[in-house]
Every structure is written in C-alpha cells, then in structure tokens.
C-alpha cells in the first residue's frame, strides 16, 4: 500500500509472534513469584522484594526503570534532529550516580524507609511529605499513561499496528504481573525487557550500517549534516545544549531520579546490604551507557540514510519520534519477525518504565495515605490493599492512556510538567540533608516556591516557544513524486501535500543552508511578555534553577522564622557531607563545618544496629511519647530516642 508516495508496510504474523512472546514472558515471570516463595503475601516481599535481591536484578531493574519508550524512541530521535550533544549526558550522569552513592543511598538504607517521603516527615513536618507524595503520585499516573500512549501511537501510525490492541495488551500485562508477582516480579522482567531493547538496538545499528555502508560512512555522514557535536562550551544559558548545562544541569536532573526517586531508592532497599546496593548502582552506569550508546549510534545511523530525504518533510511520518519505526519497517521488513523485535524492543521500554511506576505508586500511597488513616491494619491486610493499590493504579493509567489522543499539545505538556516537578523534590531532600538549620516552616515555603517557580518557566516556555538554530534536513534527493509536510495538518497518509508548501519549505531551508541549518517554527510574529527572557532559559537548567531556588528561600524563610537548631536535630537525617568529601580536613575543621550536628554520638551509633522492622516500631513508640511532652522538647525526645 502507498500513502504520499511511500510505501506503507504492516506487521507480520512472525511479528505478532515476536511480540505475544514478549507479553507470555513478561506474565509468566509475574505468574513464577506469586506461586513461589512467599507468594507475595508481606508487604516486605511484595514492596520490598524481602530485602532480599541479587546485584544483577537490581543493576538492570534501576536501568529498566527510566530506560522508557522515551528513551528508544526520544533519543534517537534527538539526535537524528539535533546531533550529538545529548551524549554528554553520560558524563553528567556518571557524576550523579557517584555522588547519590556517597551521600543519599546511605541515609536511606539507614533509615530503612519503604517511602522516600517518610524522610520529610521525620526532617520538616507532615504538610511537606503529603505535598511530595501527592505531586508524585499525580505526575507518575499521568506521565505513565502518556508514556503507554506515545510508544503505541507511534507504532500504530508507521507499522499499522491497532493503536488501542497495543495500549490494553501492554496496559494489561503490565499491571497483572506488577500486581500477583509484586518487587521481584517487576526486577526480572525488568532484566528481561533490558536484554530485549539492547537487541533491537543491536539489530538497528548493525542492519543500517550494512545499508549506509558501514560505521565509517555513518560518521562522515553526520560530520557533513553538521550532526557530530561534542563540545560547545558557549556560556548562553538560552543555548539549548551546551556542556555547561549538560554536564552541570544534568547533574541535578541524574541526582533527581537515582537520589530522591521513589522507584529506584525502593529498588536500592531490596538489596540485603549498603554494599550491594552501591555495587548494584556503579554497575547501572555501565548500562546507561549502554543503553544511551545505543540509542545516539541508531540516530546518527538513521540520519545517514535519510539525510537527503527526510521523512517528515517528505508527509511518510508526522513528528520526529517516529522516525525509528518508519526506519525499521523500511529496512528490516524484508527478515520475518524483526520488525516485531523492534515493536517488542519498545513495549520492553515501556513496559519497564510502568511495572517500576506502579510499584512505587503503590508504595507510596500505602505508606504516606492509607498507613496514617488505617494504621491498625494487620500485615496481610496491607499487602492486599498494596496489591489493590497496583490494579488502582493500573487501571488509572489506561484510562489516561485512552483519554491522551484528546488532550492535542496538551500531552506534550503534561510530560514536561513531571520534569518540572523532580527539582523542586531534590531541591526540599538537599535542604533538609545538607543544612540542619532549615526548619518545617523554611522546608514547606521553599518547595512551594520552588514548584511556582520552575513550572511558571517551564509552562512559559511551552506556551512561549523561541526559534532557535537546527542542523539541516534536506529533500533534494527525494523521488520526484514525494511531497513537503503540509503546514494545515493534513493527513499525510492519505492525501498529497500542497507542492506550495514544498517551495517554501525550500526556499527557507536554502535560504539558511548558508548558516548550516534551519529554524524551528516558533511563534512567528507574536508578542513576547516582558518575562519572556526566563523562557528562552534551556530545559536542562531547570532542575538546578528548582533545587537553588528551593534551598535559597528555604533558608532565607528559616532564618526569619527561628531556625532549626543543629544540635536537636537526629544526626541520622543529616548528610555528613564533610567527613565524607573531605575526611582528610583535622578533625577541628570538620568539627565546626558539623554546624553543631552530634555525628557520632553514642546513642545515633547505637540505633544504626537496628532492623527496619524496630526502628518503625520504635518510631511509633516515640510519636506515642512525644505526643504528651510540652511542645519545647518533643523534637529533642524524637531525635534522642531515635
């Protein structure tokens, strides 16, 4: 079948089977741990994987876990438009994992929590925790659902695949093995679906390097098309990607995810010790970059073959994330069931993203909303509800799967709504760990601030969009029959384009080859605000902008507001982030730096030899007492008895 002069290609059986094979497996697994073991009848087993995890399951869970759809097909995308740029966020990301190890990891594994949120509580005030568990809860069902509705819109528009067949059968299978096989469930299928995208990643980089001519060619392609960028040290923070903002910025959007996440602090917490845990966490690295290595080679290889010819210029696809199936069913389609390894590739990225998100949801709204409103429950009573709380909210993630299509640029915002969202909470963690004055007041002021403040820039800059430089795209190598994009919108697939819209889409592109690239389309003659310059800031600097706006005014609040004092606060809450950077320093020096915290005293020791199980009896114990204490001195009784 042809559409705009491109022939349209359709699954296979062989793909179908491919695929079913994914979803068999991906259910058997959950099948295996709810008849096994436990059977996922504790919550310590179903949340917690009975604390009782291998490295291996936990290194590729933590990889799988933000290893989404996005990334196979965002990723490619991005550097099949943009270049090479986003590969840099190894660097920024090896840094953030390292650092997470020193200095997160330990005060969560100490502390033993199923919730990450239950930190807050302990360091600020209830108000604070409820703020992050809700935020959290809201943005991970919708950035979920939109993360099952773009995979297969994608896969539906270029491979003929039934839009909704796809949504329900990955929606499905994923919420019925996240709900009987529970954490360990979720980490082996998380292992398998990791080894599935890595070979259809495989299958693209090596088919496309045979048809472009080999690696070399590839490479002297991209240099060409202006694609091969790995240092630009230009100090505007407007630029898009530099290194300043990659390797800087992307430094707090890596500790946002592997520090303060839900999904992968809980996967940490299964490990049976620290050790294991950070052993488990240095060896992601290698598979982020694994995993990105691959995604940034299939875009350079996908350039070198349609450099001349681009897709979307020519109405074949309509937006840039299609541009990888479009790629396989072009040159794959010819092998029975590889292109059905590809569509089982991004359901695996899809798939990973949503068993991890369920399971934290489920977590957190156990431990954070049901725990303090039925707080009598026995053990069995809550894995159930656990359990309910999975199918809840899988079943909310469908829905808002299927309500996606309606919501038009709408989705596009909502997902960089939850990006906006991960700074403000490192930002309300940093402040609690690293600096003891902060009091409740300081903590709930700079959240709340912060949150204003990068989703008023980050709203802006969708609603205010700038122009800015792209490297160029071309058609001059196209079949005379292929048409331009057509600017109305118009199906692609069905109807020719508008030959106008080719000589001005020319025209614009030869008139800014000279500069070595092309505009996107922006806002054209609108009028900007007067604040339209905190707009033009690039997306990678926001999380920092979140996480210092969060610190500077939470302090400053404090300050104003009687801060916390150093000495009353439970050393196990604080960062002891001198001693370990800088544990060379004379002990005097680090003394003071302490700010008066009471590191290594006695009674903190002695607390770290307790099981999780004592210390959340032992804290409900305190809470008991310190609810008859005068006000004055029941933190101080909290963070002795502690």
Same mark, same amino acid.
């Given at each position: 079948?042809?559409?705009?002069? /491109?022939?349209?290609?359709?699954?296979?059986?062989?793909?179908?089977?491919?695929?079913?094979?994914?979803?068999?497996?991906?259910?058997?697994? $959950?099948?295996?741990?709810?008849?096994?073991?436990?059977?996922?009848?504790?919550?310590?087993?179903?949340?917690?994987?009975?604390?009782?995890?291998?490295?291996?399951?936990?290194?590729?869970?933590?990889?799988?876990?933000?290893?989404?759809?996005?990334?196979?097909?965002?990723?490619? +995308?991005?550097?099949?438009?943009?270049?090479?740029?986003?590969?840099?966020?190894?660097?920024? #990301?090896?840094?953030?994992?390292?650092?997470?190890?020193?200095?997160?990891?330990?005060?969560?594994?100490?502390?033993?929590?199923?919730?990450?949120?239950?930190?807050?509580?302990?360091?600020?005030?209830? #108000?604070?925790?409820?703020?992050?568990? =809700?935020?959290?809860?809201? *943005?991970?069902?919708?950035?979920?659902?939109?993360?099952?509705? +773009?995979?297969?819109?994608?896969?539906?528009?270029?491979?003929?695949?039934?839009?909704?067949?796809? !949504?329900?059968?990955?929606?499905?299978?994923?919420?019925?093995?996240?709900?009987?096989?529970?954490?360990?469930?979720?980490?082996?299928?998380?292992?398998?679906? &990791?080894?599935?995208?890595?070979? $259809? %990643?495989?299958?693209?980089? !090596?088919?496309?390097? !045979?048809?472009?001519?080999?690696?070399?060619?590839?490479?002297?392609?991209? #240099?060409?098309?202006?694609?091969?960028?790995?240092?630009?040290?230009?100090?505007?923070?407007?630029?898009?990607?530099?290194?300043?903002?990659?390797?800087?910025?992307?430094?707090?959007?890596?500790?946002?995810?592997?520090?303060?996440?839900?999904?992968?602090?809980?996967?940490?917490?299964?490990?049976?010790?620290?050790?294991?845990?950070?052993?488990?966490?240095?060896?992601?690295? &290698?598979?982020?970059?694994?995993? @990105?290595?691959?995604?940034?080679?299939? $875009?350079?290889?996908?350039?070198?073959?349609? /450099?001349?010819?681009?897709?979307?210029? @020519?109405?074949?696809?309509?937006?840039?994330?299609? !541009?990888?199936?479009? %790629?396989?069913?072009?040159?794959?389609?010819?092998?029975? $069931?590889?292109?059905?390894?590809?569509?089982?590739?991004?359901?695996?990225?899809?798939?990973?993203?949503?068993?991890?998100?369920?399971?934290?949801?489920?977590?957190?709204?156990?431990?954070?909303?049901?725990?303090?409103?039925?707080?009598?429950?026995?053990?069995?009573?809550? @894995?159930?509800?656990?359990? +309910?709380?999975?199918?809840?909210?899988?079943?909310?993630?469908?829905?808002?799967?299927?309500?996606?299509?309606?919501?038009?640029?709408?989705?596009?915002?909502?997902?960089?709504? =939850?990006?906006?969202?991960?700074?403000?909470?490192?930002?309300?963690?940093?402040?609690?760990?690293?600096?003891?004055?902060?009091?409740?007041?300081?903590?709930?002021?700079?959240?709340?601030?912060?949150?204003?403040?990068?989703?008023?820039?980050?709203?802006?800059?969708? &609603?205010?969009?700038?122009?800015?430089?792209?490297?160029?795209?071309?058609?001059?190598?196209?079949?005379?029959?292929?048409?331009?994009?057509?600017?109305?919108? @118009?199906?692609? /697939?069905?109807?020719?384009?508008?030959?106008?819209?080719?000589?001005?889409?020319?025209?614009?592109?030869?008139?800014?080859?000279?500069?070595?690239?092309?505009?996107?389309?922006?806002?054209?003659?609108?009028?900007?605000?007067?604040?339209?310059?905190?707009?033009?800031?690039?997306?990678?600097?926001?999380?920092?902008?979140?996480?210092?706006?969060?610190?500077?005014?939470?302090?400053?609040?404090? =300050?104003?507001?009687?801060?916390?004092?150093?000495?009353?606060? *439970?050393?196990?809450?604080?960062?002891?982030?001198?001693?370990?950077?800088?544990?060379?320093?004379?002990?005097?020096?680090?003394?003071?730096?302490?700010?008066?915290?009471?590191?290594?005293?006695?009674?903190?020791?002695?607390?770290?030899?307790?099981?999780?199980?004592?210390?959340?009896?032992?804290?409900?114990?305190?809470?008991?007492?310190?609810? #008859?204490?005068?006000?004055?001195? +029941?933190?101080?009784?909290?963070?002795?008895?502690?």
């Amino acid at each position: 079948m042809t559409a705009g002069g /491109h022939v349209v290609r359709y699954l296979s059986v062989a793909d179908y089977v491919v695929f079913s094979v994914l979803l068999a497996v991906s259910a058997a697994i $959950g099948l295996y741990y709810a008849c096994t073991g436990g059977r996922q009848r504790t919550q310590r087993e179903f949340l917690m994987a009975d604390r009782s995890m291998s490295v291996l399951p936990v290194t590729m869970s933590l990889l799988a876990s933000f290893s989404s759809a996005i990334t196979v097909l965002g990723t490619t +995308a991005e550097i099949y438009t943009n270049g090479t740029m986003y590969w840099n966020n190894l660097v920024s #990301s090896v840094f953030s994992m390292v650092i997470c190890s020193r200095l997160f990891l330990p005060i969560f594994f100490d502390l033993g929590m199923t919730s990450t949120y239950e930190y807050l509580e302990k360091r600020f005030s209830k #108000s604070v925790r409820r703020l992050c568990s =809700f935020a959290f809860m809201i *943005n991970m069902v919708i950035y979920m659902g939109l993360g099952l509705y +773009a995979p297969a819109l994608a896969l539906s528009v270029v491979t003929g695949m039934s839009l909704w067949g796809s !949504i329900l059968s990955m929606g499905i299978v994923c919420t019925f093995y996240t709900t009987i096989g529970g954490m360990k469930a979720v980490m082996w299928t998380d292992t398998f679906q &990791v080894v599935v995208m890595v070979t $259809g %990643f495989l299958a693209v980089i !090596i088919q496309g390097s !045979i048809e472009a001519g080999g690696l070399g060619r590839v490479w002297e392609i991209a #240099s060409q098309g202006h694609r091969l960028e790995i240092f630009n040290f230009d100090p505007d923070p407007r630029v898009r990607h530099t290194n300043w903002n990659i390797w800087v910025g992307g430094v707090f959007v890596s500790a946002s995810i592997y520090g303060v996440n839900q999904a992968q602090v809980q996967r940490y917490l299964s490990c049976p010790t620290l050790a294991k845990a950070r052993t488990a966490l240095y060896l992601n690295i &290698v598979g982020i970059a694994v995993i @990105t290595s691959c995604a940034c080679l299939s $875009g350079l290889v996908i350039y070198a073959r349609y /450099h001349d010819c681009d897709p979307l210029l @020519t109405g074949a696809i309509t937006s840039r994330d299609q !541009i990888l199936p479009y %790629f396989v069913m072009d040159i794959l389609s010819f092998l029975p $069931g590889m292109p059905g390894l590809f569509v089982a590739c991004v359901a695996s990225g899809a798939l990973s993203t949503l068993s991890s998100g369920l399971n934290s949801l489920a977590a957190v709204t156990l431990e954070d909303f049901v725990k303090p409103w039925l707080p009598k429950l026995s053990d069995i009573k809550y @894995t159930t509800i656990s359990k +309910a709380l999975v199918l809840l909210h899988g079943v909310l993630m469908v829905l808002v799967a299927s309500f996606a299509s309606l919501l038009g640029p709408l989705a596009q915002a909502a997902i960089s709504v =939850f990006g906006m969202i991960s700074g403000p909470i490192l930002g309300i963690f940093i402040l609690g760990m690293m600096f003891p004055c902060a009091n409740s007041t300081g903590g709930l002021v700079g959240l709340l601030s912060s949150l204003v403040i990068t989703l008023w820039i980050g709203i802006g800059s969708i &609603v205010w969009p700038r122009r800015r430089w792209m490297p160029p795209v071309s058609t001059d190598q196209c079949p005379v029959n292929l048409t331009a994009t057509n600017a109305t919108g @118009t199906d692609l /697939h069905s109807v020719a384009m508008d030959t106008t819209n080719v000589t001005q889409t020319t025209l614009l592109n030869s008139t800014l080859s000279s500069l070595g690239g092309n505009l996107t389309s922006g806002t054209g003659g609108l009028n900007y605000p007067p604040e339209a310059a905190l707009y033009q800031l690039s997306y990678a600097w926001l999380a920092a902008v979140a996480v210092l706006s969060c610190v500077v005014i939470g302090l400053a609040v404090s =300050f104003l507001t009687d801060p916390q004092d150093p000495r009353e606060v *439970n050393p196990r809450l604080i960062i002891p982030i001198y001693d370990r950077l800088f544990c060379c320093l004379p002990e005097k020096v680090r003394k003071v730096l302490r700010c008066g915290v009471r590191y290594g005293d006695e009674d903190a020791d002695d607390t770290k030899a307790h099981t999780s199980a004592e210390l959340e009896e032992e804290g409900t114990m305190t809470k008991d007492k310190t609810n #008859s204490k005068p006000d004055g001195t +029941a933190q101080q009784q909290e963070a002795t008895s502690l």
